[in-house]
């Protein structure tokens, strides 16, 4: 048989991949590479009450809105998923992950424990998640520190929560420990290309499977 008789696999259908850690552990750094390496995935960018720091730009970390037009987009459920995090507010906006699901690309999120609940309620079967450890309280205090974006107050206040979101760790389908920046990377591109993979995701796969049976029975 010659390669000309190949037969195209076919659609795949776009999973919801989400990276959660205690900040500080590197999820905003290993998603960037993900975005920057990964062909077929967009980022989503979520609404924030929260000030905006520096080298933040507006529309590409995050959407920098205030409360009363977060409160508007809940009532209008405009959003995915939306929590409280460190006394600000923090949403997925709907629909510019419903296109790219629909257009079959992957979709990338930067949110914490809450939100990744609120998605797996939602979408169970679309949800791949990934829980982000650091190597040890003293690196995470020292990232902290030299991503230097935040004061010293806020630094304590980071650190003192970060005992609570490690608590959900075993709530994630997988955990990477970020203590080699490559070889962490390395993983999680391994479990995005493992769970691309799964039958499920591979929506063409019957009529692959049915043309393949057909060229054997020719
Ligand atoms: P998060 O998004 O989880 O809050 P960041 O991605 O902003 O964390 O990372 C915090 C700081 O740690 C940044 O300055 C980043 O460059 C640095 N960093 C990330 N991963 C590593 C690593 N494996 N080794 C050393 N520094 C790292
Ligand atoms: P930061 O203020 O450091 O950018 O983010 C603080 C925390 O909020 C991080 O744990 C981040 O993952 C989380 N976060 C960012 N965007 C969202 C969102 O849209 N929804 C939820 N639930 N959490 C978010």
């Given at each position: 048989?010659?390669?000309?008789?190949?037969?195209?696999?076919?659609?795949?259908?776009?999973?919801?991949?989400?990276?959660?850690?205690?900040?500080?552990?590197?999820?905003?750094?290993?998603?960037?590479?993900?975005?920057?390496?990964?062909?077929?995935?967009?980022?989503?960018?979520?609404?924030?009450?929260?000030?905006?720091?520096?080298?933040?730009?507006?529309?590409?970390?995050?959407?920098?809105?205030?409360?009363?037009?977060?409160?508007?987009?809940?009532?209008?459920?405009?959003?995915?998923?939306?929590?409280?995090?460190?006394?600000?507010?923090?949403?997925?906006?709907?629909?510019?992950?419903?296109?790219?699901?629909?257009?079959?690309?992957?979709?990338?999120?930067?949110?914490?424990?809450?939100?990744?609940?609120?998605?797996?309620?939602?979408?169970?079967?679309?949800?791949v998640?990934?829980?982000?450890?650091?190597?040890?309280?003293?690196?995470?205090?020292?990232?902290?520190?030299?991503?230097?974006?935040?004061?010293?107050?806020?630094?304590?206040?980071?650190?003192?929560?970060?005992?609570?979101?490690?608590?959900?760790?075993?709530?994630?389908?997988y955990?990477?420990?970020?203590?080699?920046?490559?070889?962490?990377?390395?993983?999680?591109e391994t479990i995005l290309r493992a769970e691309r993979l799964k039958?499920?995701?591979?929506?063409?796969?019957?009529?692959?499977?049915?043309?393949?049976?057909?060229?054997?029975?020719?």
């Amino acid at each position: 048989m010659t390669r000309t008789h190949s037969i195209k696999t076919g659609e795949r259908r776009g999973l919801m991949f989400v990276l959660s850690s205690p900040s500080g552990a590197g999820k905003s750094t290993l998603s960037r590479m993900l975005i920057e390496k990964t062909p077929g995935m967009r980022m989503s960018v979520s609404v924030t009450t929260r000030a905006k720091r520096p080298g933040e730009v507006d529309g590409k970390h995050y959407h920098f809105i205030g409360k009363e037009e977060f409160d508007a987009m809940v009532k209008n459920r405009e959003l995915l998923e939306h929590a409280a995090v460190f006394d600000h507010h923090y949403g997925t906006p709907r629909k510019p992950v419903e296109d790219a699901l629909a257009a079959g690309e992957d979709v990338l999120f930067d949110i914490d424990w809450q939100g990744t609940q609120q998605l797996r309620e939602k979408a169970r079967d679309d949800v791949v998640s990934v829980f982000i450890l650091p190597p040890s309280a003293e690196d995470l205090e020292q990232r902290l520190h030299t991503r230097a974006q935040d004061s010293e107050s806020v630094i304590r206040g980071r650190m003192s929560r970060a005992t609570h979101e490690l608590s959900h760790w075993a709530e994630y389908d997988y955990v990477v420990v970020n203590s080699d920046l490559g070889t962490a990377f390395g993983e999680v591109e391994t479990i995005l290309r493992a769970e691309r993979l799964k039958r499920e995701r591979q929506t063409g796969l019957s009529a692959f499977v049915r043309a393949l049976q057909d060229q054997l029975q020719r």
